[in-house]
């Protein structure tokens, strides 16, 4: 089942990883946009880079909170296959300043 987040800015994130878009998906980031994974700080371009556009990222929203700040993916790649992922976003103005997955 896929599911469409309800805010439009995390919607967009989500149909530029499905879309293997990178334009696009930099086009919901702040400039100075961060995120963790599993719980530590990385470096977001490489992160990125090595995560989800070297590796055919995929994600398949199972649920997303009403608000649509926080989402519970089927998240898979070519590197470490499918697993299920929990993410979060904090939203500045209309972009994303910061996300946080890991395991779910």
Known sequence: MHVTPAHPTVAAF??????????????????????ADD???RDLDSWVDKEI???????????TSP???????????STWGAMRTAWSFTISGDRISRFETGQA
């Open 53 to 63: 556009f070297q590796s055919d990222g995929r994600m398949d929203v199972e649920s």
């Open 14 to 35: 989500v149909d530029a990883i499905n879309a293997g878009d990178r334009d696009g998906f930099y086009a919901t980031l702040t400039p100075d946009a961060t995120m």
């Open 67 to 77: 608000d649509g700040l926080s989402l519970t993916a089927r998240y898979s790649n």
């Open 39 to 41: 719980g530590n700080d």
